[in-house]
């Protein structure tokens, strides 16, 4: 499908943490955005350039599962000095915007294998979607989702992924924080550092990445050094 314009409205701003929001949209045209799980939006943002503003387009993946047609979320970080993310997270409710959808290909492949998900930072938006996606359609497959943060305070959605690995017990679910204070009793380090001791083995398993490129390019050299086909290596660069 061809990407096509769509509107929403602003109907809900939660701060996750001091630098994510969590921003819900009321779809306008059309009413009901029908999407894959991993796929994202492309909003338009006015970025000044050479003293001039200038329309441009900053991609967003959709947090909020497929089921879900009339209200989307997306999960954003604040990138200091960057246009589009600011404008993001000045948003008030009652605002319009503007984009373009469906877009990407960052989407869970039909199968019977086993699912290994990695994230850092938002790059949970778009693994988020697809594992309460999964979830909530009957899948039984067997998942485990890795989310590197940097400390305490860049925490988030954690009552929400530790509900859904207590209600569906093939689901596991770990973060870890790259810089945590000496008070965090949960697991230390880089999700690089620590997925070599934790992957055990590849077989069977095809593996989400999202976040970070050099978390990306580690992830993938390993998965794909243990054993795994480049081709079971799936992921979405945020930058
Ligand atoms: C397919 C796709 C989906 C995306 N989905 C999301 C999403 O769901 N949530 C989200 O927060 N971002 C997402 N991004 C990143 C987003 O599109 C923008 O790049 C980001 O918001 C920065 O845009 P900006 O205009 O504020 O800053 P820019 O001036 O465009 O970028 C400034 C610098 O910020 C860095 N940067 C970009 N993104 C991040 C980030 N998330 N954290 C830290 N540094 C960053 C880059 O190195 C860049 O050089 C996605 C990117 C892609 C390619």
Redesign the pocket.
Known sequence: MQPVKCSAEVIDIRVLTHDVKEISLRMIDPPQLEFTAGQ?ISIE?TEMKDGHPRQNN????I?SSPEEKEIIT????L?KG?????QIHSLQMGDKLKFLYPL?YFTVKEAATSLLFVAT??GI?PIKSMIVHLLRSGSRRPMTLYWGLRSEIDLYYQEAFTSLAKEYPFFKYCVTLSRPTDAWTGLRGRVTTLLPGLIQTVENLEAYLCGNGEMIKEVRTLLIEKGMPRKSVHY????
């Not at 997306?74 to 970080?77: A, E, G, H, K, Q």
């Open positions: 994202y943002v900053r991609p967003y993946s947090a997306l999960c954003v970080n990138v960057g246009p589009g993310s600011t990407g930072g938002t938006a979405e660069k945020f930058y």
